[in-house]
Nanobody, 118 residues
Framework: QVQLVESGGGLVQPGGSLRLSCAASGTNIGAYVMAWYRQTPGKQREFVAS???????IYADSMKGRFTISRDNAKNTVYLQMNSLKPEDTAVYYC????????????WGQGMQVTISS
């Protein structure tokens, strides 16, 4: 079992930056692909970015160049650095994990609100 807890969300002005963290427990995340998703009311959950332990990250097109996913396996933590934030980035952000042998994300955090507004 993997437990995920997000932190770092909140309110920021357009053009600002925010760094989200996701602390994992229950097992070391070294064998897991870690990801961030987001969801706004009335819409399906949207992929943001993912990162295996080894290998390049993957980003949704709308996040490329603005968001950076990183991970520290020793700290069992995944990060999402978000820059040049826009009002349309407002959403509940979720951390997710799947074992490298799995096809779907099985473990999810509770979600965290990020609001971009002046």
């Amino acid at each position: 079992q993997v437990q995920l807890v997000e932190s770092g969300g909140g309110l920021v002005q357009p053009g600002g930056s925010l760094r989200l963290s996701c602390a994992a427990s229950g097992t070391n995340i070294g064998a897991y692909v870690m990801a961030w998703y987001r969801q706004t009311p009335g819409k399906q959950r949207e992929f943001v970015a993912s990162k295996p332990s080894l290998g390049a990250p993957i980003y949704a097109d709308s996040m490329k160049g603005r968001f950076t996913i990183s991970r520290d396996n020793a700290k069992n933590t995944v990060y999402l650095q978000m820059n040049s934030l826009k009002p349309e980035d407002t959403a509940v952000y979720y951390c997710a994990a799947r074992h490298v042998t799995a096809s779907q994300y099985r473990y999810w955090g509770q979600g965290m609100q990020v609001t971009i507004s002046s």
